[in-house]
């Protein structure tokens, strides 16, 4: 607070008269009034008093007065930064449970919230189904007991298989004289879509089992294959997948998932691919497109590589080219799809045909009798602009790998699976 004296600002107390007094009488003495009194100013305000105690009194009101608002100052500014302290902690705490909540969301989609894999699902999923009663008590016991059997032996139960689909279309385009100057298609690709127990994040696996049924029709991957003679289920494919991984394959990759895949409803991509051919020995690349190539973020290049992954060996003037080539496995953001074959169109444009594990048997089986217009080719054809993900990558399938091979493939994924295209 200010000092007792207002003259001087010497600590004068309760001595403040005399004090006053002594040293600065002269200066409070002002002219008589006419009556010979002698006035006194206030040197805070300028009121002027006609008695030296009433001064004393009135100075020490400035003074509590002073006092009080400081004190009030204080404790206005403790209350804000108390305030304050409390939004900062309220905003950090609120930040800390976004984050928290984000964590867990991505856990959840990519399947690593410890909820449980396909089986959990897949009986979850018909428990709610005989509730709403869409399903008897008895099929749900028999397909639990189907399914029981199924993951004991670690095969696929081919509920969710439509077969014979390329060999409709080879007929189809023999047939078909409208707009494609050129088709080239894979060799027999069984389609499978997702089921009770992976539907919304078993797509990497469908797409693995289509390609890998693809593989079973080819004698050149039969010694490969050899312990893989049926399409495995998906509890399988992870299993597969963590031995690929236990043999050194993408230890990057392997720590992202905790080491484990089975029992969870984990997303895979084009690296968990990569790795479980080539623990198997089948020779495959990855090709990163990584940024469009083409105007409105168009991929021009990738159609590009598609048609002369098909076209290459196969250069003869045949409409239709039912080539020996695999299925490309094709993944973005979110989503993977398997190429099964591209068209080129009398106008020279590019046409790519995809399964996608997303899309039922029911739509599948439609293009097993094709009708001569073609409208269910709607299911398979996608053109240039209608992939326009920032960012897709490849797996491609071309051989067969030596144990030397496998081992150096090994090696080189502990520090790079994919290979940029510019």
Not at 38 to 62: F, G, R
């Amino acid at each position: 607070g200010l000092p007792d004296c207002p003259f001087c600002g010497e600590v004068a107390g309760r001595e403040l008269e005399a004090h006053v007094r002594a040293r600065h009488g002269h200066l409070l003495g002002a002219p008589g009034t006419g009556n010979g009194e002698q006035l006194y100013e206030c040197p805070m305000c300028s009121l002027t008093c006609t008695n030296i105690h009433i001064l004393e009194e009135h100075v020490d009101l400035h003074l509590e007065e002073h006092n009080f608002l400081e004190d009030g100052n204080i404790r206005d500014l403790e209350l804000a930064q108390q305030l304050q302290t409390e939004e900062d902690e309220r905003q950090r705490s609120e930040e800390k449970k976004r984050e928290r909540e984000e964590f867990k969301k991505l856990q959840r989609q990519y399947g690593l919230d410890n909820s449980g894999g396909y089986k959990q699902q897949y009986l979850k999923n018909m428990e709610r189904e005989v509730d709403r009663g869409s399903m008897q008590p008895f099929e749900y016991h028999k397909r639990k007991a189907d399914m029981m059997e199924c993951l004991a032996f670690g095969i696929d139960d081919g509920k969710t298989k439509t077969s014979g689909v390329i060999e409709a279309l080879c007929k189809y385009y023999q047939n078909d004289n409208k707009d494609v100057r050129r088709v080239w298609l894979s060799t027999g690709v069984d389609h499978f879509h997702s089921s009770l127990g992976d539907r919304g994040w078993g797509c990497g696996y469908r797409n693995f089992q289509m390609l890998l049924s693809s593989l079973l029709q080819n004698s050149l991957y039969n010694d490969c294959l050899r312990d893989t003679t049926l399409i495995p289920s998906i509890p399988k494919i992870q299993s597969m997948i963590e031995d690929a991984w236990r043999e050194g394959f993408d230890p990057q990759g392997s720590s992202h998932f905790n080491n484990r895949l089975r029992g969870s409803k984990a997303w895979i991509g084009a690296c968990e691919i990569y790795s479980l051919l080539t623990s198997l020995r089948i020779k495959c690349q990855i090709i990163d497109f990584h940024k469009p190539t083409g105007p409105m973020g168009t991929h021009p290049r990738l159609f590009e590589w598609v048609l002369h992954y098909y076209s290459t060996d196969n250069e003869g003037g045949a409409k239709v080219v039912c080539t020996s080539k695999p299925p490309i496995y094709l993944q973005h953001q979110g989503h993977s799809r398997t190429v099964i074959g591209i068209e080129e169109k009398k106008n020279k444009t590019l046409c790519l045909l995809l399964f996608d594990p997303g899309c039922p048997s029911q739509e599948m089986q439609k293009l097993l009798k094709q009708t001569s217009d073609g409208t269910s080719l709607k299911l398979l054809r996608k053109f240039l602009g209608s992939l326009k993900e920032k960012q897709y990558q490849i797996v491609a399938v071309d051989g067969v790998l030596s144990l030397e091979e496998k081992a150096a493939r090994c090696r080189a994924s502990q520090v790079l699976t994919s290979e940029k295209i510019p």
